[in-house]
C-alpha cells in the first residue's frame, strides 16, 4: 500500500506563504505529480500539475503565485504559495499516478488563509 505524506498546512494571514511537501516511501517512480484542493463546501479541483519530464500546468487562479517542484531521486512533490488569497483556503491534497498502478492520494492538509 502507497501512501503518500503531505506536510505544510496551516493558517497564514493573506499575502503570505507556504510551503506543502508530499512523499512516498516507495521504490518505483511516479509519472505524473500533482496538488489538488477542495475549498469547503465545493468539488476537488486541479492546482498544479507536474508531469515525470518537468513540465508543468497551473490553474488559472494560482498562476504566477504557486510554484509545483518535484525531486523524482526522493519521490517527493512541493508547492510553494505565495500571496496568498482567502479564496485559497481549502483542503490540500497530493497525487501522484503511475504507468502501472495507478493513482495514488494523499490524506489532505488544511491551508486557511484569514487575518
Known amino acids: 500500500q502507497v501512501q503518500l505524506v503531505e506536510s505544510g498546512g496551516g493558517l497564514v494571514q493573506p499575502g503570505g506563504s507556504l510551503r506543502l511537501s508530499c512523499a512516498a516511501a516507495?521504490?518505483?517512480?511516479?509519472?505524473?505529480m500533482a496538488w489538488y484542493r477542495q475549498p469547503p463546501g465545493k468539488q476537488r479541483e486541479l492546482v498544479a500539475r507536474i508531469s515525470s519530464s518537468g513540465s508543468t500546468d497551473y490553474a488559472e487562479s494560482v498562476k504566477g503565485r504557486f510554484t509545483i517542484s518535484r525531486d523524482s531521486t526522493k519521490n517527493t512533490v512541493s508547492l510553494q504559495m505565495n500571496s496568498l488569497k482567502p479564496e485559497d483556503t481549502a483542503v490540500y491534497y497530493c497525487?501522484?499516478?503511475?504507468?502501472?498502478?495507478?493513482?495514488?492520494w494523499g490524506q489532505g492538509t488544511q491551508v486557511t488563509v484569514s487575518s
Open positions: 516507495i521504490t518505483f517512480s511516479f509519472n505524473n
Open positions: 497525487y501522484a499516478d503511475t504507468m502501472l498502478f495507478g493513482a495514488y
